[in-house]
Nanobody, 116 residues
Framework: QVQLVESGGGLVQPGGSLRLSCAAS????????MRWYRQAPGKERELVAY????????TYADSVKGRFTISRDNAKHTVSLQMNRLKPEDTAVYYC?????????WGKGTLVTVSS
């Protein structure tokens, strides 16, 4: 079955960096677009970044452009999110996501807390 397992979250000071990773299995990773979403307390889940399957085209939410970078390794079936110059408003649970076979799949999420 499809599995997405996030890792790399934690506590970081404002201005710091974190790198999130998502290990994927159970589907054709190399032909699937991958997404990172986040959900802050009391807010709706929002799309943070997307990377396409073959051409590696990327898109970002305006709030993270120039600070976050999404990447993928099709050989290792992983997708990563490098987060730099973190702000307190980046605090959220970050989720890995893919759409496969007409169904949306989510990981359990990893918590990122940006605080001094």
């Amino acid at each position: 079955q499809v599995q997405l397992v996030e890792s790399g979250g934690g506590l970081v000071q404002p201005g710091g960096s974190l790198r999130l990773s998502c290990a994927a299995s159970g589907f054709t990773f190399s032909t699937s677009g991958m997404r990172w979403y986040r959900q802050a307390p009391g807010k709706e889940r929002e799309l943070v970044a997307y990377i396409s399957s073959v051409t590696y085209i990327t898109t970002y939410a305006d709030s993270v452009k120039g600070r976050f970078t999404i990447s993928r390794d099709n050989a290792k079936h992983t997708v990563s999110l490098q987060m730099n110059r973190l702000k307190p408003e980046d605090t959220a649970v970050y989720y890995c996501n893919t759409l496969f076979g007409g169904m949306n799949y989510w990981g359990k999420g990893t918590l990122v807390t940006v605080s001094s």
